[in-house]
């Protein structure tokens, strides 16, 4: 069984992924042990997180305006740690994403290019052939016709005949023949 050449880039950007899961772990991890990073990037990721949740589940149930308690602190750092983590991923994943699209339309525009090319330099043949087929009617137009050459001949004879009556002397059978084939040749 023969298997194709294994795409590189995908083996790539599967490790990425892979390597992006315990990086989303370490970032959890530091989120819950420093202090500035729990406070101004956890906490109000995950405060907004549960308000909208909280919200939409109290209106499905019928309960409308009712107030919605803020998680405690301890809470919401780990709530938050976690939607860190989890947009770690989605980011990996996504700018994985991006960059499988931009290769693909990369070779995409690759290919369309060499068709291009191809499609112009079978017009650039066709009209080499196309003058070269006119070329060839032009000659084939100036070449007269067998006809003509007949009548040439007949007329050379009726001169020759004419230039031996006036100088006296008729030609004999056999250079009439041999000048005549000597011109059909040298005309072929």
């Given at each position: 069984?023969?298997?194709?050449?294994?795409?590189?880039?995908?083996?790539?950007?599967?490790?990425?992924?892979?390597?992006?899961?315990?990086?989303?772990?370490?970032?959890?991890?530091?989120?819950?042990?420093?202090?500035?990073?729990?406070?101004?990037?956890?906490?109000?990721?995950?405060?907004?997180?549960?308000?909208?949740?909280?919200?939409?589940?109290?209106?499905?149930?019928?309960?409308?305006?009712?107030?919605?308690?803020?998680?405690?602190?301890?809470?919401?750092?780990?709530?938050?740690?976690?939607?860190?983590?989890?947009?770690?991923?989605?980011?990996?994943?996504?700018?994985?994403?991006?960059?499988?699209?931009?290769?693909?339309?990369?070779?995409?525009?690759?290919?369309?290019?060499?068709?291009?090319?191809?499609?112009?330099?079978?017009?650039?043949?066709?009209?080499?052939?196309?003058?070269?087929f006119e070329a060839l009617q032009a000659q084939m137009q100036a070449?007269?016709?067998?006809g003509a050459l007949e009548e040439l001949r007949?007329?050379?004879?009726?001169?020759?005949?004419?230039?031996?009556?006036?100088?006296?002397?008729?030609?004999?059978?056999?250079?009439?023949?041999?000048?005549?084939?000597?011109?059909?040749?040298?005309?072929?």
């Open positions: 069984m023969v298997v194709g050449a294994f795409p590189m880039a995908k083996l790539l950007y599967l490790g990425i992924r892979q390597i992006s899961k315990p990086l989303a772990n370490r970032i959890k991890e530091a989120a819950r042990r420093s202090e500035f990073f729990k406070t101004y990037i956890c906490l109000p990721p995950a405060q907004l997180y549960h308000w909208v949740e909280m919200r939409t589940k109290m209106r499905i149930m019928g309960f409308r305006g009712t107030v919605i308690k803020p998680l405690n602190e301890a809470a919401a750092a780990d709530l938050g740690a976690e939607l860190l983590g989890e947009a770690t991923i989605f980011i990996v994943g996504g700018g994985c994403m991006v960059l499988e699209y931009w290769r693909h339309q990369t070779n995409q525009r690759h290919k369309e290019e060499e068709q291009r090319a191809a499609w112009d330099a079978m017009q650039d043949e066709v009209g080499r052939l196309a003058l070269a070449t007269p016709p067998p007949e007329q050379m004879q009726e001169v020759r005949a004419q230039l031996c009556a006036r100088d006296g002397d008729a030609p004999s059978a056999p250079q009439a023949v041999s000048s005549s084939q000597a011109v059909s040749t040298s005309e072929k």
